[in-house]
């Protein structure tokens, strides 16, 4: 598919979005993180879902292996790097460092409100 077709034809179909998983380390919810981070990555995973959801699919998950990455990007089934998903998103005049800083922004803020600060 062309980009300027993909771009055209939003909302993408769910098997053509760019997955996004992102693992969430129990430390950054305090010392007791491991009683909350389940909870806190359900929470996430409701209050993101919707954003870019045009052509973006969320997956916020404990990151209970520390040999995975903390992010990770796929489309149509297959691994992208960082690379190829930066090519992704810029059919959609995204940069994906800047996508990765609004992210962690966001899931700051989240973490913020989810711990009641």
Request: aromatic share 10%; proline share 4%; charged share 25%.
């Given at each position: 598919?062309?980009?300027?077709?993909?771009?055209?034809?939003?909302p993408?179909?769910?098997?053509?979005?760019?997955?996004?998983?992102?693992?969430?380390?129990?430390?950054?919810?305090?010392?007791?993180?491991?009683?909350?981070?389940?909870?806190?990555?359900?929470?996430?995973?409701?209050?993101?879902?919707?954003?870019?959801?045009?052509?973006?699919?969320?997956?916020?998950?404990?990151?209970?292996?520390?040999?995975?990455?903390?992010m990770?990007?796929?489309?149509?089934?297959?691994?992208?790097?960082?690379?190829?998903?930066?090519?992704?998103?810029?059919?959609?005049?995204?940069?994906?460092?800047?996508?990765?800083?609004?992210?962690?922004?966001?899931?700051?803020?989240?973490?913020?409100?989810?711990?009641?600060?």
């Amino acid at each position: 598919m062309e980009f300027s077709a993909i771009k055209n034809s939003l909302p993408l179909p769910d098997d053509n979005k760019l997955s996004v998983t992102y693992r969430v380390e129990s430390g950054c919810l305090g010392p007791d993180g491991t009683n909350h981070v389940d909870k806190f990555c359900d929470f996430a995973q409701k209050s993101i879902q919707s954003l870019d959801s045009d052509y973006i699919a969320w997956n916020i998950v404990p990151r209970s292996n520390k040999n995975l990455p903390e992010m990770q990007y796929s489309a149509i089934g297959k691994n992208m790097n960082h690379s190829q998903a930066d090519k992704y998103l810029a059919v959609f005049g995204k940069s994906l460092d800047e996508f990765e800083i609004h992210l962690s922004d966001k899931l700051a803020a989240l973490i913020n409100e989810y711990m009641g600060h």
